[in-house]
């Protein structure tokens, strides 16, 4: 039976449990920042294996890239050691802007419910004219005022339905 999986992508995901326990392991020793281990990209030839990580604080990013980078023949050694591969592939480390751009969306999507709800709020206060207090705008005309679509007749087809048919 074969599986629907590539064997790069079994080798990236069991790298990507070892080298985050590795990097968790660390940043419980202090010698690295609040990061984690998202992902683990691996090229065909398991040579080489982008590791992306996540960090705490944004502002850890760029230290925690560089310390990573210094201890990188030190975890591939200990990688080694754990997996059991003809070649260790060289680790190669990025940030994972991610978790950033999604709390950035999240952002926007707060702000512009919030802008929505106030603009709401103001639009029902200018359907209403000030010096008459007659309704003004696109919610006064015949067109607008009604929920429902008007149904337009069909011409009859003769046919009554399920009853009319036995």
Known sequence: ?????????RVAAELRREIGSL?????????????????VEITRDLAYATVWFTALRNADA?????????QMRELRMQL????????????????DPSMEQGERIE??????????????VVGDDADIDSESGAASGPASSPAASSDA???TPTPDSGDDGPEGSR
């Open 23 to 39: 990097v968790h392991q660390a940043v419980r020793d202090g010698l690295l920042p609040q990061i984690s281990v998202s992902d």
């Open 1 to 9: 039976m074969r599986s629907g999986f590539k064997r790069s992508d």
């Open 107 to 120: 952002e926007l999507l707060r702000d512009a419910g919030a802008s929505d709800r106030a603009d709401d």
């Open 149 to 151: 679509p008007t149904p």
């Open 62 to 70: 760029q230290p925690a890239e560089a310390m990573l980078k210094e």
């Open 80 to 95: 080694a050691r754990r997996v059991r591969l003809r070649i260790t592939p060289e680790l190669r480390f990025r940030y």
